[in-house]
T-cell receptor, first 109, second 115 residues
Framework: GQNIDQPTEMTATEGAIVQINCTYQ??????LFWYQQHAGEAPTFLSY??LDGLEEKGRFSSFLSRSKGYSYLLLKELQMKDSASYLC??????????WGAGTKLIIKP | DVKVTQSSRYLVKRTGEKVFLECVQD?????MFWYRQDPGLGLRLIYF???????EKGDIPEGYSVSREKKERFSLILESASTNQTSMYLC??????????????FGSGTRLTVV
């Protein structure tokens, strides 16, 4: 079966760095997405990786290793507004998105 | 600013009622999707559409139907609402032309409670 695993919850301190991991087993691979979702709101697109390596977008970076079925989202200089759930999703061989359950990130002052 | 708009933010319906959830996008996207989101579970695909009047079943289509009469509008229909359909419903759209690099754009969601 297809499976996306990510931690249920993480806690970090304002100003610090946090890494949210995602491992996947899917039938085929056409890219991996990270989305941010604040409580009660729509998911918003953060990143899309289809090739191995690190992509940086301001305070957020996303890494992919296709051979290991592994990705992480790195958030630097954490701010209170980064408190949200972070969703990992993989596009399978049919270009359908398989979603993880999300990681709730709690930022403490 | 591009938008996906869902008609209702909160809905309360009675068991057995027919429920319509409406979604409109203004980005001229070809692809539209309906998901439900429940605590502890990933987003689950109910139905999707790649073109007007076209629909495909997702992972959990039972108890639902959809309609796409115009490119910008994708409706989800609960034929006879049941309490296990209490959930957050999310509509999304994406561009077939631009591909996956721009991801999906989601609406704000409709939180449906069936009593």
């Amino acid at each position: 079966g297809q499976n996306i695993d990510q931690p249920t919850e993480m806690t970090a301190t304002e100003g610090a760095i946090v890494q949210i991991n995602c491992t996947y087993q899917t039938s085929g691979f056409n890219g991996l997405f990270w989305y941010q979702q604040h409580a009660g709101e729509a998911p918003t697109f953060l990143s899309y990786n289809v090739l191995d390596g690190l992509e940086e977008k301001g305070r957020f970076s996303s890494f992919l290793s296709r051979s290991k079925g592994y990705s992480y989202l790195l958030l630097k200089e954490l701010q209170m507004k980064d408190s949200a759930s972070y969703l990992c999703a993989v596009a399978d061989s049919n270009y359908q998105l398989i979603w993880g359950a999300g990681t709730k990130l709690i930022i403490k002052p | 600013d591009v938008k996906v708009t869902q008609s209702s933010r909160y809905l309360v319906k009675r068991t057995g009622e027919k429920v319509f959830l409406e979604c409109v996008q203004d980005m001229d996207h070809e692809n539209m999707f309906w998901y439900r989101q429940d605590p502890g579970l990933g987003l689950r695909l109910i139905y999707f559409s790649y073109d007007v009047k076209m629909k495909e079943k997702g992972d959990i289509p039972e108890g639902y139907s959809v309609s796409r009469e115009k490119k910008e509008r994708f409706s989800l229909i609960l034929e006879s609402a049941s309490t296990n359909q209490t959930s957050m419903y999310l509509c999304a759209s994406s561009s077939e032309v631009l591909g996956l690099h721009y991801g999906y754009t989601f609406g704000s969601g409709t939180r449906l409670t069936v009593v």
